[in-house]
Every structure is written in C-alpha cells, then in structure tokens.
C-alpha cells in the first residue's frame, strides 16, 4: 500500500465513521437487532462490519440514543435496539447538520465546475 | 460450532469483565443469526473452511473486543500540550543541571577526569528517569480524569487565561543566525591566525614573548614546568593549523559568510583535547622542581599548593568549555530540526 493510499484509506475511515452513526440512528427508528440491523444497512448500500457495528451499537446505547431489551424470536435470545427518546432529538439535530454539509459541499463543488467551464 | 465457541471464549479474554457474559452472549446471537441465514442460503451447514473465512472476516479476537473497550488514552489530547512544554522544561533544566554536577561540582569534590565523565555517562539515565516520571505523572492524571470525572474538575488545558497580547514577538532571522561575515573580515581573520601561530611557535626559544619580563623569574626560581606542557603546546599548534586550514578552505570555496555549525562544534570539540591532556596530567604535575634533591624541603610544600591550583584552575576552564559545547550543540540540533521541519511545510 502506498502512502497516498495510506492517507485515502485514512480519511475514507474518517468521514465513514460519523456517517456510519447518524446511519445506524436513523435505521434504529424500526427496532433490530445488531444481525438484522447489519443487513439492512447492507441492503441500502452501507455494508458495516460486524466489529464496528455491534460496539458501536453498545456506544449509542452507553450514551443514551438508544435503548436495548432482551427478547425471544425464533427460539434464540437476541438483544433488540430502537431509537430513544433522546436519540431522535439528537438524530434530528444531525440531519440538519448533515443536510448543511452537504449543501454548502454541493455548492462548493458547483462553484468550482462553473469556474473550469 | 465448537470452533464458535472457541472463538467467542477467546474474545471474552479480552473484554471488561463486568460486561462479557452480555456482551458475548450478544455476540453469539448475532453471529449464529449470521452462520443460520449463510447455511439457508446454501442449502447446507458450512464446511470448515467456509467456518474459518467466516471467523477470519469478524477479526482476531483481541481486536474485536478492543472495539468493545472505551478510546483509551495514556495521556488524552486535552492534556497532551501540557504533557510536552513540562517535559522539555524538565529535561532542558535536568540536563543544564546534570551538566553543572559533571563539569564543575564532580572536579571541585572528586579528583580525575574519570569521575567527570562517570558523571556525563549518567546523564542519559538521569534524563531517562525525569520524563518517566512526568509522563506517570501526566498518564496517572489523565486516569483519574476519565475514570472518575466527578472527583477531578474539568481541565481547561492551555486554553483557559490564554490572550493573544501574551504572544512573543516576531523572531527576526538576522539575530538568530548573526551577521555574515565579510569576504575582508575573513581574510584579517586567516592572516591573524598565521600571526598567532607564528607567535605561539616561537615562545619555547623565546619566552619573554609570553612571559615578558617575568622570564627572568622563571630562569632564576627552582621551579620548571612539567613535560605535560610540550603535549599541551603540540595541540594548540595543532589547532592553529586545523583553523588556519579550514577558513582556507571556506575562503577558497566561497563559504566564508558562514562557516557551518558543524565546522564550529567539531573545532571546540578539538579544543577540549589540550584541556583535558592537562587535566589527565600524571600525578596532576604541572610544575617541578628543578633541583629536588635540594629545594624539596624548602619549596616542597608550596609546589604541590602551586599543581593544586593550576589543576583547579584547568577543571574549572573545562566545565566552562563543556557547557557551552553542550549548549551549542543543543542550539545546531534545535535550528537544524526547525530548518528541516520548514523546508518539508
């Protein structure tokens, strides 16, 4: 690996990892547990792994965005998280600032491509 | 699925021990839900190898319950600013003062130059200590910090009375790296030492060139100096010539404005030879008398007051040398880093 590669792969890891939580958040508002949680994240196109995953879940519920129970489903006990309530207010705040990001970032891009024409 | 067992066994060796029995209980429910749905895809168990990929992309079981370990910091970035200006205060002061002991407290309190570098050799190991210290400090700190925030207050770091009138002033590059020397500066500088030399050349036939009218003393007095001197005289010549040669050389390759720090440092290191053939000077003897048989009574006693003094005299030149060779040093390392540092931004 290169050190450019080194650097891309740093800074790919870098922006992944806050996106990786407003994403779980925002699929966490149906209840899953960590498999089905993965999965469906996978489904949208947001493969996590199942080691980045399932601490982070345990890091969102120590902070108080999520709430877990254990519970029976087809005959295994399974640890279920949904969204608390103070995990929607933050998930909300996120959203805006995501949004914010992305815009000013659309912008800046269309600027530059208006610049090169 | 002994092997999941084996697995999930491993990862629990290295987890919190209040959380394993939850956290792997977690972690076998979601991984057999995983191994179920691969095998329905299949249509049938996994094999062993199919296993062994599966284990392999959840990771090595150290790392996966790392992630399970909160972000753990010997000293966090709060603090870590403070950590560096205490420790290169501690050591640039444990150094200046290992410095001090070395050449001026050992020579006054220990005869020989061997208990002068007994003391230089342990400075590493002074200075090794003072930043282990600090950092269990600093690292102790921060424990305390992150475990039991409610016991420790808040730590502003360096952040808190900071004002930008506090700022130092803008260093200017022509005090630091001092005036070039002119191309007629250099060449005064070669004829004056050719005149030196020539001047230190003929003191041993003519020694009123050094001692003026106090050679008559020397020829009338008992005493005479000690063959250490010859030594002594053969390495300043020596590094007359040394020096005389190496502003040539600046001179002829145009580098005279600035000699290089390199040049400087080795010459003072050179320079400390014929101190220290002084101070390793055999019975430390710098003075004899002429006719022993005879003068010892008398002049006996003050002979060995006379080597004392001059031996004194010499340790004392010597830990003047040291320092300010060690200064020296510590400031070429300091401008080469910064040189490099920015020529790389």
């Known amino acids: ?117 | 699925m002994e092997l999941l067992d084996r697995y999930l066994q491993a990862v629990r060796k290295y987890l919190p021990l209040r959380r394993q029995d939850d956290i792997i209980a977690e972690l076998r429910a979601n991984m057999e839900s995983q191994i179920e749905d691969r095998e329905s895809e299949l249509d049938r168990p996994l094999t062993q190898g199919e296993f062994d990929d599966f284990l392999r992309k959840m990771g090595h079981p150290m790392l996966v319950a790392s992630r399970y370990q909160a972000q753990q910091y010997l000293i966090g970035p709060t603090m870590f600013p403070m950590y560096l200006w205490v420790l290169r205060i501690a050591l640039l002061w444990a150094f200046i003062i290992c410095m001090i002991v070395a050449a001026v407290v050992t020579p006054l309190t220990q005869p020989g130059a061997q208990a002068i570098f007994d003391a230089l050799f342990r400075t590493p190991g002074i200075l090794l200590q003072t930043a282990a210290w600090i950092t269990l400090v600093f690292a102790a700190f921060e424990f305390a910090r992150t475990r039991y925030p409610n016991i420790c207050p808040p730590i502003e770091g360096v952040n808190k009375s900071w004002s930008p009138s506090t700022l130092p002033p803008l260093e200017k590059d022509t005090l630091r790296k001092g005036k070039p020397r002119s191309f007629v500066q250099a060449v005064a500088e070669i004829i004056f030492s050719v005149l030196f030399l020539g001047w230190v050349l003929l003191i041993p036939h003519y020694p009123f060139l050094l001692l003026g009218p106090g050679v008559v003393f020397l020829k009338t007095s008992p005493y005479e100096l000690a063959s250490v001197w010859w030594t002594f005289f053969g390495w300043i010549v020596a590094l007359g010539i040394m020096q005389i040669v190496a502003k040539c050389i600046d001179l002829a390759r145009g580098t005279w404005e600035r000699p290089s720090h390199i040049q400087q440092i080795v010459f003072k290191i050179v320079g400390l030879i014929p101190v220290l053939v002084l101070l390793a000077a055999p019975g430390h003897i710098y003075v004899l008398l002429k006719n022993p048989a005879v003068d010892q009574a008398q002049f006996g006693k003050n002979l060995a007051q006379v080597n004392d003094a001059i031996h004194l005299g010499f340790s004392v030149i010597c830990a003047i040398v040291v320092l300010q060779l060690a200064f020296d040093i510590g400031k070429w390392v300091l401008e080469t880093y910064r040189s490099r540092e920015a020529s790389r931004s």
């Open chain 1, 1 to 117: 690996m290169t050190v450019a590669d080194t650097n891309f792969e740093n800074l790919r890891l870098e922006l992944r990892r806050g996106c990786l939580t407003l994403a779980v958040l925002a699929q966490l508002k149906r209840e899953h547990y960590g498999y089905t949680l993965r999965k469906e994240l996978a489904e949208r196109g947001l493969e996590i792994d199942e080691s980045t995953l399932y601490p982070l879940l345990r890091r969102l519920e120590t902070q108080g965005l999520l709430v877990s129970q254990w519970r029976e489903e087809d005959k295994r006990n399974k640890r279920f998280y949904r969204l608390s309530s103070e995990g929607e207010q933050i998930l909300a705040r996120l959203l805006d600032e995501w949004n914010t990001i992305n815009t000013s970032v659309s912008r800046i891009l269309e600027a530059q491509n208006a610049e090169t024409k």
